[in-house]
C-alpha cells in the first residue's frame, strides 16, 4: 500500500512538471504579425497627434481668441472654431467649453476655467483613409494629452473607424458629405 501511495506521488509530480513544461513552451495562440492593427490610438498616431498639437501652439490654434457661440449637441455648451493650415494641410480645431451656469460671457472672461476639451480634424495625405476623406482626429484634454476611448485607447488617428459611435461615425453623417458640420465663415477664426 505505502508503496502504491510513493508510485502515485511520483507520478503526480513528474504529471505536474510536464504541465508546467508544456505551458512555458507553448506557442501564443495570437501571432503579433497576425493581429490587425487598429485604425487609431496607435504609436504612430500618437506621435503624429503630440506633432500637430506642438504646431497648434506655435502658430495660435491654442490661444487666439475666435469667436465663442452656444454648440448643439455632442460638444461643449459653448465652442469656437479655427481653422488654417499645419504644413499645407487643412486643420479645424474646436475648443469645448463646459461648466455649470455658463454664458458666453463667463467663457471669455475666463476661457481656462471652462476649457474641457479640444477637439481636432487635419486632413492628411491620399491613402491615409481613403474612404473616409482622409482625416485624422483627435480629442485632446487642455494639457494636451488626450481622451480615451473605451478607457483604454488614445482618441487619435482615425478615431473609432468600424464602431457603431464615435468621431467618424458621426461625422460621415455631416449634410454636405465632407465630414465637417459647421463651416459658416463668419463663426471661424482663419489662421494662415
Ligand atoms: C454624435 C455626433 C458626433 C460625434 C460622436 C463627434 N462629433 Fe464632432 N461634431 C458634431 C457636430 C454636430 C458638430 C457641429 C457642432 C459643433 O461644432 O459642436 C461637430 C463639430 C466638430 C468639429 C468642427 C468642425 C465641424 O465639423 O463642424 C470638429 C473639429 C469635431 N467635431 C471633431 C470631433 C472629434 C475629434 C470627435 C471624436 C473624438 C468628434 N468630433 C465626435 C458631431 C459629432
Request: include cysteine.
Amino acid at each position: 500500500m505505502q508503496r502504491i501511495k510513493k508510485l502515485l506521488s511520483i507520478f503526480a509530480v513528474l504529471g505536474l512538471i510536464s504541465f508546467i513544461g508544456g505551458c512555458t513552451n507553448a506557442k501564443p495562440v495570437h501571432k503579433k504579425s497576425a493581429m490587425m492593427k487598429p485604425p487609431f490610438g496607435g504609436a504612430s498616431d500618437v506621435a503624429y497627434g503630440n506633432q500637430l498639437w506642438a504646431q497648434m501652439n506655435k502658430k495660435g490654434f491654442n490661444s487666439l481668441p475666435a469667436i465663442l457661440f452656444y454648440g448643439p449637441p455632442p460638444h461643449g455648451r459653448v465652442i469656437e472654431i479655427l481653422e488654417g493650415k499645419i504644413n499645407g494641410k487643412e486643420i479645424i480645431v474646436k475648443r469645448n467649453y463646459r461648466g455649470k451656469g455658463i454664458t458666453l460671457n463667463e467663457v471669455r472672461k475666463n476661457r481656462s476655467k471652462y476649457l474641457k476639451a479640444i477637439t481636432i480634424m487635419a486632413k492628411r495625405g491620399p491613402g491615409y483613409d481613403p474612404t473616409e476623406q482622409n482625416w485624422f482626429y483627435a480629442k485632446y484634454k487642455p494639457n494636451g494629452t488626450y481622451f480615451k476611448i473605451k478607457k483604454m485607447m488614445p482618441a487619435v488617428g482615425r478615431v473609432a473607424k468600424g464602431m457603431k459611435k464615435g468621431c467618424i461615425a458621426c461625422h460621415r453623417l455631416a449634410p454636405a458629405g465632407n465630414f465637417v458640420y459647421i463651416h459658416n465663415p463668419k463663426l471661424i477664426r482663419q489662421i494662415q
